[in-house]
């Protein structure tokens, strides 16, 4: 037993680690190795993954079909730092993503390569279209997510998140995203009220971002007519409309994009997260060309050419999405998990539970009792379960298991979450 094994202690993390931690606090383990969907504390017990990186781990940990070929461009000291300079692992990319990826879809972005992480592709995206149309302000929407730096955390709603910054967070006008103010409330129609009117004290924005599933804000499916009138209100005033998938992206919803069963075409599309395919830093902006009027080193990254996630991020091109297998299998694990969601909700009617999100992105809401989501959560992780909480008040039980999970892995968290949810209304039950 090596010496990791032997001490499965949190107590250094406690004493030298900053507080800003926060995943640790509400899974209190020494992680040790990850494999597809399973993960393995120090102390050799096993743990099922259905919280997936936060959406970083769509392929799974360390999936095979990628770490050969990763592990073979170490051994041969293929260029793993290059700024922006031309490498073979770049150029193995881009071909790989305009054939499996652009190509098929009638696509025809220019990309940019910025720093690792999603929050600097967003930074990117806005001060892109700030320069594209002179103007300043964005709009983003209540529950949107986009990142926590300066720039992209005043598109973020979240209020604490937004406190953090420790000045004001200006430039970005927050409008009611689709359902946020009840089903008969028309969000499109007051956003054209507001461009419309010279009087409305809103000025025309440069951009609109938003995510076409809400993730952080609490699984939000956008209906594919609300963003159909997004992009013609946009195109019509000369709004920029940018597509942010870093987190429902790259196959999490069903399709590579997030936007392709509503047929638009965002002017700029930010991706981060399982771009890489392994977890690794990658992140891109997809810039339609005529938008694409940056200055050379007009936005610089020293690590915006991680060759290493180049080389895993093609082969998970090549093996995942050549054709439309993948696709296939994550609709039926999709069904799969919107059902069984769906049945749990049906056995607790007293909870008041609902069911949404699309393909391997599902949320269990719970609006009557916030809190459940949280012991369910809690009660999983006792049964060596991992997923988290999402939304406003952390009433949703986020579902993100690894589009490669094996059915019966899926079938078998789910069973644990079914005793969990049963477990805590006992619990509050027994309580009252």
Sequence with gaps: MNQIAKDVSLALFDRLESEVRSYVRSFPVLFDRGVGTTL????????????????????GHNNQAFKQALLDYIERDGIVHSLDLATTAKKGFIEAFERYILKPRGLTYK?????????????AALKLARQVTARSNIVSFTGSYHGVSAGSLAATANKDMRAAAGFPLAHVTSLPYEGYL???FDTIAYLEKLLADPSSGFDTPAAVILE???????INPASVEWLQRLRELTSRHGIVLILDDIQAGVGRTGKFFSFEPSGIVPDIVTLSKSLSAYGTPMALVLIKPDLDVWKPAAHTGTFRGNNLAFVTARAALETYWSDSKFEDEIARKSEILATELASI???HPGLGLSVRGRGLMYGLVSP?????????????FARRLVLET???????LKFMPA???AEADLRRGLSIIRDCVRTVQDSTAASR
């Design 212 to 218: 076409a599933v809400q993730g952080e804000g609490g």
């Design 368 to 380: 009557k009792d916030h809190s459940l989501p949280a012991r369910v959560s809690k009660e999983a």
């Design 182 to 184: 009840g089903e008969s």
């Design 111 to 123: 990309l940019q390569f910025t720093g690792p992480t999603g929050a600097n592709a967003v930074e």
């Design 403 to 405: 589009l490669t999970i």
């Design 345 to 347: 909700a049906a056995d």
């Design 40 to 59: 393995t504390a120090a102390d050799g017990q096993e743990y099922l993954d259905f919280f997936g990186g936060a959406g970083a781990l769509n392929y």
């Design 390 to 396: 999402a939304g406003s008040y952390s009433e949703v």
